[in-house]
């Protein structure tokens, strides 16, 4: 029948073991990603072998966190320790984007600039907002957006929704201007993007940008080179066509500004969540990774510019 979920073998069914996902992600799961709960309960055992094999990295080995990598790397063992191994790997050649990485070490005026909307689009999907034509250089460092915007991609992977069913990026570039642009740092640029297609354990469904003048082009072509041909692909420009945004997200997740009847953004309250709820998890993370250099230095803003790779 429609619409049911039907199980295709005696393991999956009454699915309690560790790990398991709520019913109606399960059949998701399994056709996109593969995972069954016997995939996932001898995947989750060898990577934790794997890892506990890599001398140098003091990682994370519970079920919670290797489940993230398994998902997004579709249950590919291999993929998945290299995907754990960059994003603890990036963490000691990024010191500006992760020194005091914590929701509370993020400044008022960076909070204006990201967070995760409350709705989803019209997939289910969480979505990541981010306003680089709001930022104010003189304000907010850009390794500060830059902390920002990852504590709030790290937040939504943690959800196994999310795991199952991606994320999608929507970038507001109302107010962008040659002069921001030539404030960014591009080393950190590069960086992000590295950070984005090869570190963190999130599916990038689609990126949508809104509200762009005559800077974004040429910002999109400083940017380009850093993405991959499967993210360029993915990327959609709406301009102020916000009906057809609709077709994507609903009007009622979005608010006025985006055409929507949604509630206003509600930044402060997305940060405060954040703090009161994740503060202590982050500050567990960041316990965890490579042993440092000799003199337990992370790379400066300087090294960065000068060395923008880090795999």
């Not at 094999?53 to 790397?73: G, I, Y």
């Not at 709001?134 to 196994?160: F, G, N």
């Not at 994320?167 to 507001?172: C, G, K, L, P």
């Not at 990327?235 to 929507?260: C, D, M, N, S, T």
Request: with cysteine.
């Amino acid at each position: 029948m429609s619409g049911v979920y039907t199980k295709r073998c005696v393991d999956d069914v009454l699915d309690t073991s560790e790990g398991a996902l709520p019913l109606k992600l399960q059949r998701i799961a399994e056709e996109e990603l593969g995972e069954t709960p016997a995939k996932r309960r001898d995947a989750l055992q060898k990577l934790a072998e794997l890892l506990q094999e890599e001398e140098d990295l003091d990682a994370r080995r519970d079920s919670q966190f290797l489940l993230r990598f398994l998902r997004v790397r579709k249950y590919n063992l291999e993929a998945a320790l290299r995907n754990v191994c960059n994003y603890y790997r990036i963490r000691t050649t990024s010191g500006p984007v992760f020194d005091n990485f914590l929701p509370s070490k993020v400044s008022e005026a960076t909070r204006k600039l990201v967070m995760a909307l409350p709705g989803k689009d019209i997939h289910g999907r969480r979505i990541f907002l981010f306003k680089p034509g709001s930022w104010m250089p003189d304000q907010s460092p850009y390794a500060d957006v830059q902390r920002a915007t990852v504590l709030c991609l790290e937040h939504l992977a943690k959800d196994p929704a999310t795991q199952t069913l991606g994320i999608v990026m929507m970038f507001d570039y109302a107010g962008l201007t040659p002069d921001k642009i030539l404030s960014m740092n591009v080393g950190l640029m590069r960086r992000g993007f590295e950070y984005l297609q090869e570190c963190i354990p999130i599916r990038l469904k689609a990126m949508y940008a809104v509200r762009h003048g005559a800077a974004f082009d040429v910002f999109f072509a400083i940017i380009k080179p850093f993405m991959k041909a499967k993210i360029i692909q993915r990327v959609r420009l709406f301009g102020e066509r916000f009906e057809e945004l609709h077709k994507e997200i609903p009007p009622q997740v979005l608010p006025a500004e985006y055409g929507g009847h949604g509630p206003p953004l509600d930044f402060d309250g997305f940060w405060s969540d954040l703090v009161n709820c994740e503060e202590a998890e982050y500050q567990e993370d960041n316990a965890y990774g490579y042993v440092r250099t000799s003199n337990g230095d992370f790379a400066t803003t300087e090294e960065m510019e000068n060395e923008a790779t880090f795999l």
